[in-house]
């Protein structure tokens, strides 16, 4: 049934478009550009090659076909990877339907249509079928509205479905978000954008990266109409078009940009043109800025083409890249900012040369290449922030009123649809039904919120011998996995866990628990890989896996390509999709083998603070290292912290963190945030090198006491580190 309406959707398509020979993309010279990418991601997929490309033997409009070439020609490895041909001709079609059925559609010029439309990838998000479900019922929500009223309109039903709530950094598809009626700023925006998308609004999802005033960050929508984009908040409904309650805090934001999907097209203020995106800087909409050049010379004075330029921000206690721009020939590299503080970070290989600058005080920086990690010695810094501007006015208080109303109303549909989730009643029934803990099988159905019928189809379809782990199982996950994983997948992850004998005790049921039966890595979509890869993985490496975890980074090195520029919208493939491609980004192949390990029974983690793949082997931790990665060549160095600050006690990603030199660059190692002082009871086990201390103390919101220590470990070393916030 669901591949006849497919073919049925197509055929519409085509009869309202009028279309078989009709061109989607008229630029001859962009349809060249497209065609020539496209050819190459045939190669660069051929190991998927009847996933994805054989939807192209079907009879396919001239639209569909180039629609379908665009998204191909530019999709980052991860939708290469997960999903296939029949997926994206269903989005397509639903684009292509929406721009014949909707009064805008014919008017939406060809670049935008293309790169704000058509690409059903927002940012990071795992992808989903919401395009063509939803597109009847917001259709039907905008009828006989302008595009204007449209958009503002959507904004409304989205925020019937979802509300704001903070979350991890794994962004949930459309659907899962309508299911658990909630998101972080950036889910509520994917999710807005989608809906705009769907019916042929053209939109973009935009954020300020951080915050220069305080340490967060914040993500919103525009929508194009009229020749212009337009902002809102996402799932925050305005009674008129640019407002929203970040509109003053913007003023004073040091970037506001998006991606652009697919080969430059345009004359968009851009950060950096890439082959397959734009990074667009859109702050001039939203604050006074100013563009500021910098200069780099090597050691000799000699112009450097191609060294990396950082433009760093101070917040959550680091220095944070807004943008990463390249010199060009002449050694120059330019970026359009706001009135703020910035500390400029210059390097090529392991030479660099920095200085923090007030950008409303320069105009030109040179910087000369003449440092070397290494050493140990202080730096203050004091940075100002942008200034708050005057308030804007608002609309009536008339308008504000009735948005008000509807507000309210729309809280009342959300909250009725939160009602409708399974009580607690019901889940103490099924629990003493199905003999498990009821408080426990209360506690994980509350936090699955509207994902309460998967796992609990998960529990009931167990077997009574399994429950009990089942239960485990779940009470380790991340609350976001409980809001949108499937009974199957977790089916899979709980019935082809292997426990080793080896593991015993306290110690070993740990060791199961964490790094063997859990199925989250890091922040990818969590698919069915055990048994997936017990059946594709060569019968060699099974065999002799479990006794030489070695065998498994032999095979990825021998089998994966890595390509990380290929994966530009930084979605992490899924295992499965990493040895299906067999093309992917490090980070990707890092999360493939410690799934692969934990497929095999082998306990397995990416390591707190550095993310280094380790296994676990003979009662010790072991670092992995691919072909392509440098491995230290000394033992580590130990780094006790410790403070005597009380008021306030210090805390990780709030007052201080501490960042490795790698390639050019310091790099912030990765605890958890919030960690206090008092929580790094433990020695850092630490490979030798140069290492930087940050610390800031946010005196209000317009000044901020920074500290950056350089120092060094040894192989072996103990070194003590302590950690002192600066005042007044």
Known sequence: MEIFLKYLLALIVALSTGCTGNHLITNKEYRSIVEKSFNNRTQLAINRDTDLFQVFNE??????????????????????????????LANVDIALLAKSETPWGKDIPEDIFLHYVLPCRINNENLDSFRIIYYDEILDRIKGKNIREAALEINHWCHE????????????????????????CGEESTFTVAALRTVGIPARQVYTPRWAHSDDNHAWVEVWFNGEWFYMGACEPEPVIDLGWFTEPATRAMLVNTKSFGAPLGEENSINRYKSFTEVNNLYKYAVTKRIFVKVLNKDGIPVDNAKVEYLLYNYAEFYPLAVVPTDKYGISQFQTGLG?????ASMNDDFDYKKISVSETDTLILKLNHKAGG????????????????????SPELIEQNARRIAEENIIRQKYIDSWMKPEESEALALKLKIDTSKFTHIITKSMGNYNEISNFLFYTPDSLRNLAISLLEILPEKDLRDMKADVLSDHLRNSIKPLSLTGEEGDSLFLKYILNPRVANEIIVAWRSYFRTKLPSKLLNSASLDPSVIVAYLNENIKIANDENYYNAPLTPKGVNELK???SASRTICFVAICRSLGIPSRLEPGRNVPQYYLNNSWNDVYFADQKKPISENGYLKLQSSETKPVPEYYIHFTIARFENGRYNTLEYDFNKK??????????????YMLVTGNRLNDSKILANITFFNLSANEHKILEIKLRSM
């Open 341 to 345: 503080d910035l500390l400029i970070w």
């Open 59 to 88: 009879e396919l409009s001239v639209e569909q076909t180039e629609a379908l070439k665009f998204l191909y020609a530019f999709m980052p490895l991860s939708d290469l990877a997960d999903y296939d041909g029949e997926f994206f």
């Open 677 to 690: 002082i008092s929580d790094f009871r433990e020695e850092l086990a630490l490979p030798p090198g140069s």
């Open 376 to 395: 140990n010695y202080s730096l203050d810094l004091d940075l100002n922030v942008p200034v708050l501007r005057s308030p804007l006015p608002g609309p």
């Open 161 to 184: 479905k979802v509300s704001y709530q903070p979350a991890d950094i794994r962004t949930s598809a459309p659907i899962s978000t309508i299911l658990s009626a909630r998101g972080r």
């Open 583 to 585: 093309v992917s980004d």
